[in-house]
């Protein structure tokens, strides 16, 4: 059993995975296998065991898998968008493959959170050029549950407060909407609650908090862990994160990029916005992007985000120009 990680007999057991013979006080145990075990910390999640979902491992190669396997999940060309009549977005070009973990670094104000809005479909933002493909489908033509069934995932800078809708009740409804434009059967309530409590145990969120109405009096760091806790549920497939750890605490921001890190898959990408290093420790990018001026003006390893660190943005001012 020790190739099963982070998860252990009682919780298989609970999830129907596998059988425990002759439990004897005293008395050795056999285990027995009844179905495939979870897939490991970084190729999956706890709740594709729930989902019944194969886990994303790689697979054999073949012309047309390898292809599947390195094509983009997100790419972005040439992308301006503007607000009222001023230019935020002054030509993105991005390209995450599968499994990779991107950063994005930039000053205030720079479009950070408007790429990510953009991408997301908000209203408001006029696309002047540019185009943006999830798994090679045109992003910017879908509406935005479209996106979202189709894969995409924000969690959002400033989670918004709905008063009135449960947080249980939004999180059923969401994950319930896209299994329904996937063609998949919705999700039974008590595998949705148990769903709910692997994933809400392992960021330690309590539950009577899920009781309340969405993120209506979450202190902020509560907040965050509620977006992580979606994005845990829906299990998307290109997630992009603004801001995270912003309003977490020390602790909190170990429990969340633990969650995060245990959502890293080869069928997974993320796009993380932040201003800080120390996240990066945690969970640590295949890629950092220096945003400016509504735009990506450098790239590098996870170098570039100590360098950024130590000498602030000064070196990158006027690269957009
Ligand atoms: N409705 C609007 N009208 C005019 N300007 C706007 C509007 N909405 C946003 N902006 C401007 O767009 C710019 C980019 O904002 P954005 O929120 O994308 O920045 P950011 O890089 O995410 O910054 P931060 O690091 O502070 O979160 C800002 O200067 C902001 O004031
Ligand atoms: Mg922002």
Do not use: W
């Not at 898959?265 to 420790?281: A, C, E, F, K, P």
């Amino acid at each position: 059993m020790s190739s099963l990680p982070e998860i252990n007999v009682i919780e298989l057991l609970e999830l129907g995975v596998v059988r425990i013979h002759n439990r004897k006080p005293g008395g050795s145990a056999s285990i027995e296998l009844k179905r495939p075990p979870p897939p490991a910390s970084n190729s999956g999640s706890r709740l594709d065991v729930i989902e019944g979902r194969a886990p994303d491992k790689p697979m054999a190669a073949t012309p047309e898998r390898a292809d599947k396997m390195t094509a983009p999940i997100l790419e972005i060309r040439n992308l301006h968008a503007r607000i009222e009549e001023r230019e935020i977005l002054k030509g993105v070009n991005l390209i995450i493959p599968p499994g990779k973990v991107h950063a994005i670094m930039g000053r205030n104000g720079s479009g950070k959170s408007t790429l990510s809005y953009v991408l997301a479909g908000k209203e408001d933002y006029e696309i002047t050029e540019g185009e943006v493909l999830l798994n090679g489908q045109n992003l910017l033509e879908m509406d935005p549950s479209e996106r979202a069934a189709a894969g995409l995932f924000q969690a959002f800078q400033y989670p918004i407060e709905i008063p009135g809708v449960a947080t249980m009740t939004f999180l059923k409804a969401a994950m319930n909407a896209q299994r329904k434009a996937r063609g998949e059967v919705e999700m039974s309530t008590p595998d949705f609650m148990r769903a709910v409590k692997i994933a809400g145990t392992d960021l330690q969120i309590d539950t009577g908090m899920l009781k309340r109405p969405l993120n209506v009096g979450f202190s902020g760091g509560e907040k965050k862990r509620a977006e992580v806790l979606q994005m845990a549920l829906l299990q998307p497939k290109m997630c992009i994160l603004d801001e995270t750890d912003s309003g977490l605490d020390i602790d909190a921001l170990q429990v969340v990029s633990k969650s995060i890190n245990a959502l890293r898959s080869v069928g997974r990408s993320m796009l993380m916005i932040t201003h800080y290093q120390r996240l990066l420790n945690h969970i640590v990018p295949d890629v950092v992007h220096v945003f400016s001026d509504g735009k990506i003006v450098e790239s590098g390893d996870k170098d570039l985000a100590l360098q950024l660190e130590a000498k602030g943005y000064a070196d990158f001012d006027g690269a957009a120009a």
